[in-house]
């Protein structure tokens, strides 16, 4: 495509059942109502970690070209978790739908000599009473996949690191072995699903060359005519409740969008899970991975400090670099985000999302990334990616980041 029309879209962007068995006097006829009744309960527990939600009469079918390496579904998470050797995984939360958020580590957790919150230790004048940084302390790296649960791509990238951190390999194969050299040099957090119920009531494994409107179908979902949400009114009513057709995967099962959530108080056991991570863990940098229909890019957060902000454009810059160089989808150098002041006029238009909260519950230089979900749409006739770029963009992402943790770490002592 070429760079003008390309720019033209950016621009345009821009804006349990407890069953007590033996208690129960069973007839013949209630042995075969139990019996099928088992049968119901063990095949949903069978079918609990696939894409679930039946796709609409008239809407495409998922693609059958999804090549193996490309692990977007719960079950993938599941599979990958199970074989684990080198981290540890937990179990952080679990969402209103019953699902369980994991959590897995790398590296042993340094001791920071902790004593203070992170926004007391600023009052104080320095962070390191809420964090001792050293050089002999190891950067953390906090990666939050997908809080949006139709935006698979962080599934699919995070999938793949966990397998290039065990083996050095992603699952096609290709050798990563910078990457896992930096990934042991670091303390590492990866949720690879942040909204696994969203996840869940995602019918399709990935948009590659659907219609940009099916995403926004089924992410931010409809009104009860079918009319679709859209953005950004899907965020006007929240929790997504009441005129609701199809939930959309933007939420989890209680309708709440973590990216929004109430951060003094919030509703989602998910998003405490992810806040008391950055508080416990101090990290260096942290992203929040997404997915849009434009080619891959940092969003710089909107509330923190401007060094974070300054840092964040830095590592954003590098990175398109790093884009170009590789022959992938990238950003323009002049459609970059540059820093900017939080709203100086009413009405505001910038809000105080999760990264904002994870830059001030623990000083954490966090932003969201937003890969390309391969769709089309009259703006964009042809997918702007493959499903191996989609791969590469969020591995290198990873890379850099760890690179930039490596080598521009902000010393705290
Ligand atoms: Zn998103």
């Not at 074989?83 to 590296?107: C, D, M, Q, R």
């Not at 950003?331 to 904002?356: A, G, I």
């Not at 089309?376 to 702007?384: A, E, G, Q, V």
């Amino acid at each position: 495509m070429e760079m003008n029309k390309l720019k033209k879209i950016l621009l345009r962007r821009y804006w349990p059942i407890n069953l007590k068995i033996d208690r129960l006097k069973i007839t013949n006829l209630k042995k075969t109502a139990f019996i099928f009744y088992i049968i119901l309960i063990c095949l949903g527990s069978i079918n609990k970690s696939y894409s679930q939600v039946p796709i609409d009469v008239g809407d495409p079918p998922n693609n059958t070209d999804i090549p193996g390496y490309f692990k977007s579904r719960l079950i993938d998470i599941e599979n990958e978790l199970a074989e684990i050797k080198k981290g540890i995984v937990e179990i952080v939360a679990t969402s209103p739908g019953g699902l369980p958020v994991y959590a897995v580590y790398y590296g042993e957790k340094d001791n920071l000599h902790s004593q203070a919150n992170y926004n007391s230790a600023v009052a104080a004048k320095n962070p390191a009473f809420y964090a001792k940084k050293s050089s002999s302390t190891k950067p953390v790296v906090f990666f939050i996949g997908p809080v949006h649960g139709q935006e698979v791509e962080g599934i699919v990238g995070l999938v793949n690191l966990i397998h290039v951190a065990e083996t050095g390999l992603d699952y096609r194969g290709k050798g990563w072995n910078s990457l896992k050299g930096k990934l042991e040099k670091c303390r590492i957090i990866i949720i690879p699903c942040a909204n696994p119920d969203g996840r869940k009531r995602c019918p399709y494994d990935s948009f590659m060359g659907l219609h940009e409107n099916m995403v926004t179908k089924y992410g931010q979902g409809t009104r009860k005519d079918g009319s679709m949400w859209g953005w950004p009114l899907a965020k006007s009513n929240h929790p997504m409740k009441g005129d609701v057709g199809i939930l959309g995967s933007y939420y989890n099962d209680d309708g709440i969008n973590i990216m929004q959530d109430e951060f003094f108080n919030p509703m989602a056991k998910e998003t405490k899970a992810i806040l008391e991570i950055a508080r416990t863990e101090a990290p260096d940098i942290t992203v929040s991975l997404h997915s849009h229909e434009t080619p891959p890019a940092i969003y710089n957060p909107e509330y923190t400090a401007w060094f974070i902000k300054d840092r964040v454009f830095n590592l954003e810059k590098r990175l398109n670099s790093r884009y170009k160089i590789e022959k992938l989808s990238y950003t323009p150098d002049d459609l970059l985000q540059v820093p900017k002041k939080e709203d100086e006029k009413f009405p505001p238009q910038t809000s105080f999302n999760l990264v904002c909260a994870l830059h001030h519950i623990s000083g954490t230089m966090a932003f969201v990334f937003e890969c390309n979900d391969g769709t089309i749409s009259d703006r964009i006739p042809k997918s702007f990616v493959t499903y191996e770029n989609i791969l590469d963009i969020e591995l290198i992402l990873y890379d850099e980041m760890l690179d930039y943790a490596l080598k521009e770490r902000l010393l705290w002592d």
